[in-house]
């Protein structure tokens, strides 16, 4: 990839959010990270329709991943959107009521969410 | 509404919910104010409208812990005439006044079950029916719930809608103690001194000196900012601070909570020896043992009072009521408020937990 695609990635935990920096790092991906919505939604704001793709958790503190997918979707609708959840069907329903491009459930298999990302990426560029 | 009140506050989570505000107000999206009561939820959700798009439109605000279930629902959706006894005529609800505004739901976790799911539903179509109608209406309003409530334990304890929480938690707005941000006192003292001189210009009240100042920043504001509103409404008629404080509850008493062995020598030492009897000679320990029966009885009444009060089983029980709480507070924060795991740590059953729980009135903190 001449032009890497760029990722926002958001979740409270740090752990995880460090493994997924990693990982798509390591693919040569440009990755920013964010620890919850509001700061997602600040690093947004001050680069509109920088980023190709935002994955995020949705049980956050402030601005939930429910939040942040409805308000990318109205603000940045070129961005895809793929929402993680671990805490049963609730926030998932929601996610896909918000238009989440994908919704996938923890414990997530990292080599597969890169799969959807390149997936989703493709579908835009093409 | 002719002039809500600014969100006063130089505390950094002040400062971060300033900025959420401004970030999130023009989204419109569903939003949850959570917080001590007193802390000023309504003046938040005043300060969304008020920098949404929807600030030309109504502010409807409902109590819902105010009203009986029947009348809570009237008051939501409106009636047609003759919907049952008494409704002679038609009447709006709240949704409707508030189409295009904003619907302000206080005290959320006290809205009946029944009342939630009506609610759940209208928030996920947009539709609602006035009682006794089979019509339906649109409706598009912002809602913005509060609560003082710990909604999470509400769910476990299955008095609140866990779809209906993550439904209006798409945003969350918590605001911290006033005891947790002292920082923001003194800006909120000149607001309201400011504030009330206008309403008693008579008023020969003065504002708090350095001192005094430094005795309210220090004082740990259980009823949070409402109280300290009151009491700068109070000293306008008192015009004293010294008054104001000899009505704060527990006003010598240093911020409550963690503080079981302070180090302070700040009793009266050396002055006191008169109550304490022949053992221990030395005032230090004399005090020390006043200090630790204080907790359970009151010394300060005459002696034969005193004695038809004190009974070994009753300051037993008052004692080991005190030292159960804490245990069971200690216990409960180390395993992140899971009462069935702290009833094991305890060993005692898991209801013998809940019970002491609410003997205690031991709440988990709104997060």
Known sequence: MANPARLLIVDDNEDILSTFYEFFNSLGYEVKTAVDGFAALKILRDKPDYFHCLITDLVMPNISGVGLISIVKKEYPDTKTIAMTGYGDHPGALASEARADIVIFKPVDLFKIERKVAELIDSKED | ?367
């Open chain 2, 1 to 367: 509404m002719n002039s809500p009140t600014p969100l006063i506050g130089v505390s950094s989570s002040m400062l971060k919910i300033k900025e959420l505000i401004n970030h999130v107000a023009q989204t419109c999206l569903n939003i949850l104010i959570t917080g001590e009561t007193g802390v000023g939820k309504e003046v938040v959700a005043q300060s969304l409208y008020a920098e949404s798009n929807r600030s030309k439109k109504n502010f409807v605000k409902l109590n819902c812990a105010a009203l009986p279930e029947t009348l809570l629902e009237s008051e939501l959706y409106g009636y047609e005439k003759g919907a049952f006894t008494g409704a002679h005529k038609k009447r709006y609800g709240k949704f409707l006044t508030a189409d295009k505004g904003v619907l302000f739901l206080d005290e959320i976790g006290d809205m009946p079950l029944s009342l939630q799911s009506k609610m759940l539903h209208v928030l996920q179509s947009g539709e609602f029916s006035p009682l006794g109608s089979d019509q339906d209406f649109k409706t598009d309003v912002w809602v913005i719930a509060a609560t003082n409530q710990c909604l999470e334990e509400c769910i476990k304890n299955k008095t609140f809608r866990e779809d209906l929480f993550y439904r209006l938690n798409i945003i969350k707005i918590d605001i911290p103690p006033l005891r947790e941000r002292p920082e923001d006192i003194p800006a909120l003292i000149e607001y309201y001194f400011k504030k009330y001189l206008l309403k008693h210009p008579k008023s020969k009240a003065e504002k708090p000196d350095s001192h005094t100042m430094e005795r309210l920043c220090r004082y740990p504001w259980p009823g949070n900012v409402r109280q300290l509103q009151n009491c700068i409404k109070k000293l306008m008629v008192l015009n004293s601070w010294d008054k104001i404080f000899e009505e704060l509850p527990n006003h010598d008493a240093d911020t409550t909570g963690s503080s079981s062995s302070e180090n302070t020598p700040q009793a009266q030492l050396g002055g006191s020896g008169m109550h304490s009897p022949g053992y221990q000679l030395d005032s230090d320990s004399g005090n020390r043992r006043l200090r630790i029966i204080s907790e359970f009885v009151d010394l300060s009444t005459s002696s034969e009072k005193l004695f038809e009060d004190i009974s070994l089983k009753k300051i037993k029980k008052l004692a080991s009521d005190k030292v159960e709480k804490e245990v069971i507070i200690f216990v409960l924060e180390k395993v992140g408020w899971n009462r069935s795991k702290a009833a094991k740590i305890l060993k005692v059953s898991y209801k013998t937990l809940l019970y002491k729980m609410s003997e205690f009135d031991v709440n988990p903190p709104i997060s």
